[in-house]
């Protein structure tokens, strides 16, 4: 993977370049045409040195972002649930983990999926389950 100092490097090159530029708008007539040579490879140097780093980190970008992609499918089929009757359901639990039921309040605000535990029975007045990080209480 491209090193991530490739868009300092490129901007420190763009700003040796600009700062080339001054130099030459300030020079006098009476300057060396040797000098003013000079310059302008030192300035071409600078310009093919910043584009080089931009490009390199561009490359990186692009990889950083399909990555980004790829890890969010991956999260997106790992967290794929289903809505019944009050509360969301796992559609490919991994073997061994729970499918549900899953509290919905939680699972709409934070998109966390926190299984519900079943009430005893003397304690299902207002519902059969609770969840146990927001305290929601349903059948
Ligand atoms: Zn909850």
């Given at each position: 993977?491209?090193?991530?100092?490739?868009?300092?490097?490129?901007?420190?090159?763009?700003?040796?370049?600009?700062?080339?530029t001054k130099?030459?708008?300030?020079?006098?007539?009476?300057?060396?045409?040797?000098?003013?040579?000079?310059?302008?490879?030192?300035?071409v140097e600078?310009?093919?040195?910043?584009?080089?780093?931009?490009?390199?980190?561009?490359?990186?970008?692009?990889?950083?972002?399909?990555?980004?992609?790829?890890?969010?499918?991956?999260?997106?089929?790992?967290?794929?649930?289903?809505?019944?009757?009050?509360?969301?359901?796992?559609?490919?639990?991994?073997?061994?983990?729970?499918?549900?039921?899953?509290?919905?309040?939680?699972?709409?605000?934070?998109?966390?999926?926190?299984?519900?535990s079943e009430?005893?029975?003397?304690?299902?007045?207002?519902?059969?389950?609770?969840?146990?990080?927001?305290?929601?209480?349903?059948?």
């Amino acid at each position: 993977m491209v090193d991530i100092n490739a868009i300092s490097i490129g901007l420190q090159s763009i700003k040796t370049a600009l700062d080339i530029t001054k130099e030459l708008r300030g020079v006098d007539s009476l300057l060396k045409d040797a000098e003013v040579k000079l310059k302008l490879a030192n300035l071409v140097e600078a310009l093919s040195d910043a584009k080089i780093h931009l490009s390199e980190a561009k490359v990186e970008n692009q990889e950083l972002k399909e990555r980004i992609l790829e890890l969010e499918s991956k999260l997106q089929s790992k967290q794929e649930v289903e809505f019944r009757e009050g509360f969301y359901y796992a559609k490919n639990a991994e073997t061994g983990a729970a499918s549900g039921p899953f509290c919905a309040l939680c699972y709409s605000d934070s998109n966390k999926l926190i299984l519900v535990s079943e009430l005893p029975v003397g304690m299902r007045d207002f519902g059969n389950f609770r969840c146990p990080k927001c305290g929601t209480v349903k059948s």
